[in-house]
């Protein structure tokens, strides 16, 4: 069974510029996670879909970032304008369902440097 | 609201030794628990879970790990640990009055295994 995708691998941008990344879940898994990973820490839920409906985007920053999940399958996260402490991991997860009992399958990331 | 404390940011251990990383968390309500592995730039990984059950909770690689409910606290261990170890370890912890789906991270734990 192929795993989460994502692209790009690595990025590297300037401050005010602005990026976009794109996550292929596996078939089948109905829920859709991005998170984002700055160095040291742990993964913070940026949002979360179920199809192509938001389940909860409560962490993201709306003013510059923004996430659509058409047709319930791939995703897109944006970033416009990016600022330095955007520099991160952004990682994209799915599983079957919204259920907290469902694994959660994690793609290899997005590493974002922001100068 | 929930939160996971991971007590230990790097553990450096000879290899074959066996190994501990400790986790504590707090919620107000009945949780789900989990740890995660992240291997140099790769996704999460799910290593155990605890949903209900024995409190003691045998992984992937031969980890396990116990909760403790009177202790808030969910500590991996190894008896003897390999090279091939050494990665990031994350704790992890669904409340059961979030969001579906939720997990909040620890901040990691480096595990270097030394020949």
């Known amino acids: 069974e192929a795993g989460v995708a994502q692209s790009p691998r690595y990025k590297i941008i300037e401050k005010r510029q602005s990026v976009a990344f794109w996550c292929n879940p596996i078939?089948?898994?109905?829920?859709l996670y991005w998170y984002q990973q700055i160095l040291g820490q742990g993964p913070k839920l940026l949002i979360q879909?179920?199809?192509?409906?938001?389940?909860?985007d409560s962490q993201l920053p709306k003013d510059r970032f923004s996430a659509e999940r058409l047709k319930g399958v791939d995703s897109t996260l944006k970033i416009q304008p990016a600022k330095l402490e955007d520099s991160a991991v952004y990682l994209c997860?799915?599983?079957?369902?919204?259920?907290?009992?469902?694994?959660?399958?994690f793609g290899p990331g997005t590493r974002l440097t922001v100068l | 609201a929930q939160s996971v404390t991971q007590l230990d940011s790097q553990v450096p251990v000879f290899e074959e030794a066996p190994v501990e990383l400790r986790c504590n968390y707090s919620?107000?309500?009945?949780?789900?628990l989990f740890w995660y592995v992240q291997y140099p730039n790769q996704g999460l990984q799910l290593l155990l879970k605890?949903?209900?059950?024995?409190?003691l909770v045998k992984g992937i690689n031969g980890f396990e790990a116990e909760f403790n409910k009177s202790q808030t606290s969910f500590h991996l261990r190894k008896p003897s640990v390999h090279i091939s170890d050494t990665a990031e370890y994350f704790c992890?912890?669904?409340?059961?009055?979030?969001?579906?789906?939720?997990?909040?991270f620890g901040d990691g734990t480096t595990l270097t295994v030394k020949p």
């Open positions: 997860a799915s599983s079957l369902s919204a259920s907290r009992t469902n694994e959660q399958f």
């Open positions: 078939s089948g898994h109905a829920t």
């Open positions: 879909f179920q199809n192509n409906g938001v389940v909860d």
């Open positions: 919620s107000s309500v009945s949780v789900y």
């Open positions: 605890y949903l209900s059950g024995s409190t």
């Open positions: 992890a912890v669904s409340a059961l009055d979030t969001n579906a789906g939720k997990s909040t």
